[in-house]
């Protein structure tokens, strides 16, 4: 049972000569198989003072897995860390789960007696995944105990961090190649959703037939053509593309004034607006602007 302070399963003690031939691989096969590491390549980051994380991650840490190597012992820093482990041992059971890297026992009797008792795996007879595997059982038991022996080592090589890479990557794939074919089912412009997909005659004699669309933003095609442009269209008209024409219709019981807008541009011809009917001409004119800010979306 974890404290409440410890936020790691284990901290990584060894000297830096023995990332690339051992602790790198270590790390990275304890990691795959679930097992919460304090390890410097992935735990310490720019600007981090030296002494406090490396005590916060050795408070931090239920276990200790010390790198014993030739290395180790003629390092100070290593010495710190496993200082650290062995005031901790004292007060609890089975802190330090050491490792021979390279080292004989002479070596480590030299260093620390008390180490040299103790039971330790042996990069001479195991290998970084199998010794990940066999520290797996001592730090989580309930992770070893539910897993086969051939899911573990494809955990620790990594084969299940690439297959679900793989996995990730094809879905991805097949979300793209969705997501392309959905594409003509969306305003090429704002995305908005195609309502409306009918076959409609190309002549008044219907000989000829096309493809009628129109999206929930107003744009429309007809055949390819640009019947109504999309409001997120950058060559979609201003108000200032149109040319205002006025009528006074006294006549009208209802309205005295209407208002025409004529398209002076390509775009402003293919959206057309309804005229602006009202009592005076600025009535008519506010009317046809309502119109066209409608068909703008403003």
């Not at 790198?67 to 802190?95: M, N, Q, T």
Request: with cysteine.
């Amino acid at each position: 049972m974890s404290n409440m302070g410890e936020k790691w399963d284990a901290f990584i003690s060894h000297a830096s000569e023995d990332k690339e031939s051992f602790v790198r691989p270590l790390a990275i096969a304890m990691r795959n198989l679930g097992i919460s590491v304090w390890y410097s390549e992935f735990s310490l980051r720019l600007g981090d003072s030296l002494f406090r994380s490396i005590d916060k991650g050795l408070a931090g840490s239920r276990f200790g897995v010390v790198v014993i190597s030739p290395h180790f012992v003629r390092k100070p820093w290593p010495e710190y860390e496993l200082r650290g482990l062995v005031s901790r041992e004292i007060e609890e059971d089975r802190v330090i789960l050491p490792i021979w890297h390279g080292v004989t026992r002479r070596e480590l009797l030299e260093f620390s007696p008390s180490l040299a008792d103790k039971f330790a795996l042996s990069t001479s007879e195991f290998d970084a995944q199998e010794i990940a595997i066999r520290l797996l059982r001592e730090i989580r038991p309930d992770i070893y105990r539910n897993h086969p022996r051939a899911e573990l080592e494809r955990l620790s090589s990594g084969e299940a961090v690439r297959e679900l890479q793989q996995e990730i990557e094809r879905t991805r794939e097949e979300l793209e190649a969705a997501r392309q074919e959905l594409s003509e089912y969306r305003c090429p412009y704002c995305n908005s959703a195609l309502s409306i997909r009918i076959d409609a005659p190309a002549d008044s004699e219907e000989k000829h037939w096309d493809v009628r669309e129109e999206f929930e933003c107003g744009y429309q095609t007809f055949g390819g053509y640009i019947e109504r442009p999309c409001p997120s269209d950058p060559k979609f008209p201003k108000f200032a593309d149109y040319e205002l024409h006025f009528f006074n219709t006294p006549e009208d019981p209802h309205w005295t004034w209407q208002c025409y807008a004529m398209g002076a541009t390509d775009m402003a011809r293919r959206l057309q607006l309804p005229p602006g009917y009202g009592t005076t001409r600025e009535e008519a004119e506010r009317r046809i602007r309502e119109h066209y800010d409608r068909y703008a979306k403003k």
